[in-house]
């Protein structure tokens, strides 16, 4: 029996498992929509600017382990979903992102909301495709999820000119793709792993740092297996965070430019740093020269292109981290390091994190040790990005795995909340916390009104601080407290919450802070607190621009210098 190409590509996503898709219809998309009718089990999240769709794809993707789905029309509705592509793709994120296209007949005319998508995209997309015919439709779809899910997962984009949607052809689902020039690795050369193994078993003074790659492999035993074998303290990315829970007493937190003091040490007085899962880039390295110098670096990563491409590696291996770290730990010795580890001890007591600010007005770092320290198991948090996204990486404590979501590789302002409406879809008996600064809120809380109409009981606490902080925060240090365009007017987000139908409060004092997390996280429904805090403080430590890892601000007004 014939099917439209709409009722094919829904075919075709229920085929491969998809049970939400976030969009907005528009002209091009109305056929797929009216198709959409034929298939409830199919939820489809009206989100209120395509840019919130695609990062509640990403979202969904980051807490599922699979491929989150967008779907936006032509035009201004595709090129919205621009910066959550590439925020999907620099944080290796499984996304299949669906956008119409006119008709085939006026592709090139310049006809309304025409776009080039596939041509816009291509430098921030694995792979992307025009559709010319209905026939094409299923093959495509099952291609796009294989390649968004596979290798380093990315994001894949189908364009679909509305006639082919209204298009009749034969509906039938293959079983494989035949892709021969696509052929990620993931099973490591076996040669590769023995020799970075017998460099490990040599080490005196080895450091892991586990990027994403190990979260997306979902090689959290492997990780901690091979850690507490050959007793080596763990380093994080940002977005490696959640790959062993804080408490683990070989967790050091998070390395780079606001990095834990002993983690950052750690790798600068390391004899071996075994990288897995990163990019190695440079907000975690810093200034590269000068990274883990005293080191051999070994670098594990699926994606080739990332060996060597920032910092030069003296061994290295391709493949999956989950199947490189299985290998390792049946190859390597156990062995004590009670030196080493005293000393990484010694580094962690000696340094720890600033408690206060330089004010009497309430802390950004107070709230968000707070909200950090409720989190259990059953918690994901969310950041933006600025100061409260690397105050929240600092005070990560969560036991869960893999419950720590943020913007990495791009730094997108305003991910957060439409990243949450992704994840509590995945978590619907989870709790989600939203941690935002006022400015990057300000970007996209239009999409509390979509959380309200899906009903999501997320929790979200705003730092309002007044300014964009991060950008503040380098003016003040290093352009002699030149604030130019940094400070924030901002609505009553009480008031705001309440034109939305949200329970809200706002908090000034520290007293009132733990009473306010915890009736937000009792509160069965939405809720938000907004947190006035310093306007000034800062986040330390902070290694400056163009300085080596160990060259670390530690409090305000401090100058910077070599930690020991």
């Not at 807490?63 to 793709?89: F, K, Q």
């Not at 993931?186 to 460099?199: R, W």
């Not at 009497?360 to 950041?383: G, K, M, P």
């Amino acid at each position: 029996m014939k099917k439209t190409g709409a009722q094919i590509l829904c075919e075709s996503l229920l085929r491969e498992g998809v049970e939400v898709i976030f969009g907005i219809s528009g002209g091009t998309v109305i056929p797929l929509y009216d198709a959409f009718s034929e298939y409830p089990r199919i939820r489809r999240v009206l989100v209120r600017h395509e840019q919130a769709a695609a990062h509640a794809a990403a979202g969904y993707a980051r807490v599922m382990h699979r491929a989150g789905v967008c779907v936006a029309t032509s035009g201004p509705g595709a090129t919205n979903l621009v910066t959550g592509i590439a925020d999907a793709y620099m944080d290796s994120t499984p996304m299949v992102v669906i956008t119409g296209q006119v008709a085939s007949h006026f592709i090139g005319k310049d006809a309304f909301q025409e776009c080039d998508i596939t041509g816009i995209t291509l430098p921030i997309i694995k792979h992307n495709y025009l559709v010319r015919n209905a026939k094409d439709i299923s093959r495509i779809v099952k291609e796009a999820f294989h390649i968004a899910q596979t290798g380093r997962p990315g994001p894949v984009l189908i364009d679909l000119p509305k006639d082919v949607q209204t298009e009749l052809a034969e509906f039938e689902y293959p079983d494989s793709v035949h892709l021969p020039g696509y052929r990620p690795v993931t099973e490591p050369d076996p040669a590769q792993v023995a020799n970075v193994a017998g460099l490990l078993n040599r080490a005196e003074r080895p450091v892991i740092i586990a990027g994403r790659g190990v979260i997306i492999s979902r090689a959290f035993e492997e990780l901690r297996e091979l850690a507490e074998t050959i007793q080596a303290p763990v380093v994080h990315t940002l977005l490696g965070l959640g790959s062993l829970p804080p408490q683990h007493r070989l967790d050091l937190g998070m390395l780079g430019m606001h990095g834990q003091v002993a983690a950052n040490l750690a790798v600068q007085n390391a004899d071996l740093v075994l990288a897995v899962g990163t990019r190695l880039g440079d907000r975690a390295t810093m200034r590269t020269g000068d990274f883990a110098p005293r080191a051999i670096v070994v670098h594990i990563d699926i994606d080739p292109a990332e060996i060597g491409k920032n910092v030069a590696p003296f061994a290295s291996v391709v493949g999956d981290a989950k199947a490189v770290l299985s290998r390792l730990k049946s190859l390597v010795t156990s062995v004590e390091r009670p030196e080493w580890l005293a000393q990484v001890r010694d580094w962690r007591a000696a340094h720890p994190l600033l408690p206060a600010t330089r004010s009497s007005r309430l802390s950004a770092r107070t709230v968000i040790r707070q909200v950090c320290r409720t989190a259990d198991e059953h918690t994901v948090l969310i950041t933006g990005v600025g100061q409260h996204q690397m105050f929240a990486a600092q005070e990560y404590a969560s036991p869960r795995l893999n419950g720590f979501v943020s913007s990495g590789g791009l730094g997108t302002m305003g991910f957060e909340l439409p990243a949450a409406l992704g994840v509590q879809m995945a978590c619907p008996n989870d709790d989600v916390w939203v941690i935002a600064g006022d400015g990057g809120f300000q970007m996209t809380l239009q999409e509390l009104s979509t959380a309200v109409q899906e009903r999501l009981p997320i929790k979200i606490a705003v730092i309002s601080n007044g300014y964009l902080g991060m950008v503040r925060q380098w003016q003040d240090l290093f352009q002699k407290r030149n604030y130019v365009d940094v400070a924030l007017h901002a609505p009553d987000f009480v008031k705001l919450a309440d034109a939305y139908g949200i329970p809200a409060v706002r908090v000034e004092r520290e007293e009132d802070v733990a009473p306010a997390i915890e009736r937000a996280r009792t509160h069965p429904g939405l809720f938000l607190i907004d947190f006035v805090v310093d306007p000034e403080e800062n986040i330390f430590p902070m290694v400056a621009p163009g300085e080596s890892l160990d060259c670390m601000l530690q409090a305000p007004d401090m100058v910077a210098t070599t930690a020991a």
